[in-house]
Nanobody
């Protein structure tokens, strides 16, 4: 069983930065693929970024060059550094973990989810 707790959300102005953190429990947490998703009001949950246990990463086109996913296995924590934020980045951001060996093709392949953290970007 893996538990995920996100933190770091908040209100920021357009162009600003935030770093989200996701602390995971369990001795095998480092073996999971970790991902970040987001869901804006009235919209589907969408993929943001993911990182494998080996450190390979994937970022959605909408955030490439602005967001970076990373992890610290010694702290069982995965991060999402967000920069050049735009109002359209406003959403609840969720951390997720998957037992797949590679980055899964969809959210349905993620086994565990955090409760989410709100990010609001004001114009």
């Amino acid at each position: 069983q893996v538990q995920l707790v996100e933190s770091g959300g908040g209100l920021v102005q357009t162009g600003g930065s935030l770093r989200l953190s996701c602390a995971g429990s369990g001795r095998t947490f480092s073996r999971y693929v970790k991902g970040w998703f987001r869901q804006a009001p009235g919209k589907e949950r969408e993929f943001v970024a993911a990182i494998t246990s080996g450190g390979s990463t994937k970022h959605a086109d909408s955030v490439k060059g602005r967001f970076t996913i990373s992890r610290d296995n010694t702290k069982n924590t995965v991060y999402l550094q967000m920069g050049s934020l735009k109002p359209e980045d406003t959403a609840v951001y969720y951390c997720a973990a998957s037992s797949w060996a590679t980055i899964p093709p969809s959210a349905t392949q993620y086994n565990y989810w955090g409760q989410g953290t709100q990010v609001t970007v004001s114009s």
